[in-house]
C-alpha cells in the first residue's frame, strides 16, 4: 500500500527539487506522438453523432448570467460538444487545433469515456468525427467495470483521464503532475457547462467508481493513464441513436500503437503509479450520487454569481472563443503579452472565478489548503507588487514595480531570440502555492494528485475569466520554484505549486472556425 511518504518524495521531486534532480526540459516537436490519436478500442465506424451547431445555442447568453435552455434534443450530447469542442485552426500556428480548454503544448491528453442511460456499449468522445464512438470491448469488460459504471435511468456517467504517453518524453515524470492539471481544467469545464445548461452533476475523485474507470480505460487499448475523475450528470436522457460514422480517423493504427506501448515502459512513467494508486485505494469509499450505494454529493456551483456588466457583457459563445493560453508566430516558441489596463471588474471576476469551491469531498479538503497571491500590473488601478487573497479580499504585502520582470527571470522558457515570454507585460499574474508536507501528511497520499487537480479546476476558471475581458489566461509549472519562492516571500514550508499569467496578446491572427 502507497505511504504519504512514497508520495510525497515523489512530489518533491516534481516540484522543490526538480530544479535541482533533473535537467531542463528540451521538447523536439518533431518527434511524432499519440496526441490525437484515439484508443485502439475508439476507432470502430459506429457511434452517436453530437448535435451539429451546438455553440450557436450560446449566442444569445450573456456572460456571466445568461444560461442556456435544457429542452431540445440530445441534452447530452450539446453539454459534451460544448464543454469539450475543438475551436479554431491557426494557420501560422504548430499547435493542435485550439479547444475550449488550455493544454501543454495543445496535446490534449485528456480523454472523455461516456457510459449513457441505457447504452449496450460505452461510447469514446471523438472531437474530430463530432460524435461518441462505439467502444470495441469484450465481454468482461462490459459485465466487470461498465457494469460498475453504469448510471441510473436518465443519468450519463462521464470518465475524464489523462494518458500520459501523448505528452512528451522529455517531461518524464512531470507527465503525472500535468495530466492530473489538466484532468482538473476538463473537470472544471464540464461542471461549468452542466451548470449553463441547467444540469446537476456529482463527482467522484478517489475510491470505487474511480478504479471502475481506471479499468475501463485500460481495457481500450495500449497506454498509460492517470487516475480518473468520475461525473454524473443527471437527467440528461438518452443520447442520440447509434449511427454509421464516417470511417476517417477510424481503423488501425499499428505505428501509434507501438509508440504507446512503448512509451508506457518508460521508467518514469513506472513511478507515477505511486501516486496514482492511492486515488484508486483510498480506504474511504467516495461514489458520486447515481452510482449504487453512497452519499449523495452535491458540486455547488461552477461559476461564480457575478453581477451583469453595465451594458450586458458577451455572448457565452464569444467567451469561449476567447479563451488562450496565448501564443507566437512560427518558427517562435513561448507566448507574448503587450502591456493593458483593466478596470476592477476584470479584478473582481478573476478572483471570484479562482476561489469557486471545489466539489464537495476529497477534492474541496485540499483546495481549502492552498494559497493565492497576486501580482497586478495595470489591473484596477493597484500598485504594482504582490498581494495576498483570502475571501476574494486583497491584502497588499509588498509593492515592488520590478516584480513581473524579476519572475519573468525565473520563468522555465525565458525570452530569448527564438523565444518569447510575455511575463514582464502580464495585467497578472496569480500563483497557487501550497505546503506539500502538511498535504500529504494530513490528508493522506491521495492529496497531491488532488492538488493538481483543484489547480486545473481554479486555472480554466481564470481563463474564463480572462476570456471575458478579452485576455488569455496561461496556466505554467515552468519556472525555478526557489527563485519564485523568494520573490513572493513564501513561508519555508510552502510551494509554489502553478502559476497562471493573464494578459493581452501581442499577437493574433485570423482562424478557421472548426465549431460544427
Known amino acids: 500500500m502507497t505511504t504519504s511518504t512514497d508520495v510525497l518524495r515523489f512530489a518533491l521531486r516534481q516540484g522543490p527539487l526538480r530544479g535541482l534532480l533533473h535537467t531542463p526540459v528540451e521538447v523536439d516537436e518533431r518527434v511524432p506522438t499519440t496526441a490525437l490519436l484515439p484508443p485502439a478500442a475508439a476507432r470502430t465506424d459506429r457511434g452517436r453523432p453530437l448535435p451539429s451547431t451546438a455553440h450557436t445555442l450560446s449566442a444569445g447568453a450573456e456572460y456571466p448570467a445568461g444560461r442556456l435552455s435544457p429542452d431540445g434534443p440530445d441534452l447530452l450530447g450539446r453539454v459534451l460538444a460544448t464543454a469539450f469542442g475543438v475551436l479554431r485552426r491557426e494557420p501560422s ?87 492530473d492539471l489538466e484532468t482538473g481544467i476538463q473537470l472544471r469545464s464540464l461542471l461549468v457547462t452542466a451548470e449553463l445548461f441547467g444540469v446537476r452533476a456529482s463527482v467522484a475523485t478517489t475510491g470505487p467508481a474511480v478504479s471502475a474507470a481506471a479499468e475501463l480505460n485500460a481495457a481500450t487499448g495500449p497506454g498509460s493513464w492517470g487516475a480518473p475523475v468520475v461525473v454524473v450528470l443527471h437527467g440528461v436522457g438518452a443520447p442520440a441513436g447509434s449511427a454509421d460514422l464516417d470511417p476517417a480517423g477510424g481503423g488501425a493504427d499499428a505505428a501509434g500503437d507501438e509508440r504507446l506501448r512503448v512509451e508506457s515502459l518508460h521508467p518514469s512513467l513506472a513511478e507515477c503509479a505511486v501516486a496514482i494508486r492511492p486515488r484508486l485505494e483510498r480506504p474511504r469509499p467516495e461514489r458520486p450520487h447515481g452510482l449504487g450505494p453512497g452519499p449523495a454529493e452535491t458540486t455547488g456551483p461552477a461559476i461564480p454569481a457575478l453581477p451583469a456588466p453595465p451594458g450586458g457583457g458577451p455572448g457565452w459563445e464569444r467567451v469561449w472563443w476567447n479563451r488562450s493560453a496565448g501564443r507566437v508566430p512560427a518558427p517562435l516558441s513561448g507566448f507574448s503579452a503587450r502591456p493593458v489596463t483593466r478596470g476592477e471588474d476584470c479584478l473582481r471576476d478573476l478572483l471570484a472565478w479562482s476561489a469557486v469551491p471545489a466539489p464537495d469531498g476529497p477534492l474541496r479538503e485540499v483546495a481549502e489548503r492552498v494559497r493565492l497571491t497576486l501580482v497586478p500590473q495595470g489591473l484596477a488601478g493597484l500598485p504594482v507588487g504582490r498581494y495576498g487573497v483570502s475571501d476574494g479580499r486583497l491584502t497588499a504585502r509588498a509593492l515592488d514595480p520590478t516584480l513581473p520582470r524579476r519572475i519573468e527571470q525565473g520563468f522555465g522558457y525565458p525570452l530569448s531570440a527564438t523565444n518569447d515570454c510575455g511575463v514582464r507585460h502580464a495585467l497578472a499574474v496569480l500563483v497557487l502555492s501550497a505546503d506539500l508536507g502538511s498535504i500529504v501528511r494530513d490528508l493522506g497520499p491521495a492529496a497531491w494528485g488532488l492538488l493538481q487537480v483543484w489547480c486545473g479546476w481554479a486555472a480554466h476558471g481564470v481563463s474564463l475569466a480572462a476570456a471575458a475581458h478579452d485576455l488569455f489566461a496561461r496556466p505554467a509549472r515552468s519556472y ?32 478557421l472556425d472548426l465549431r460544427t
Open 93 to 179: 500556428n504548430p499547435a493542435n487545433d485550439h479547444r475550449v480548454t488550455a493544454s501543454v503544448r495543445s496535446k490534449f491528453p485528456v480523454h472523455v469515456l461516456v457510459v449513457p442511460p441505457g447504452a449496450d456499449h460505452p461510447g469514446y468522445l471523438d472531437p474530430y468525427r463530432h460524435a461518441l464512438v462505439d467502444l470495441a470491448l469484450d465481454a468482461p469488460v462490459l459485465a466487470g467495470p461498465v457494469a460498475a459504471l453504469r448510471p441510473a435511468a436518465g443519468d450519463a456517467v462521464v470518465l475524464l483521464a489523462a494518458r500520459h504517453t501523448d505528452l512528451p518524453t522529455a517531461y518524464g515524470a512531470l507527465r503525472c503532475a500535468l495530466g
Open 480 to 511: 525555478d520554484e526557489h527563485h519564485l519562492s523568494a520573490l513572493l516571500d513564501l513561508p519555508r514550508q510552502e510551494s509554489p505549486v502553478l502559476l497562471l499569467v493573464c494578459g493581452k496578446s501581442r499577437y493574433t491572427e485570423p482562424a
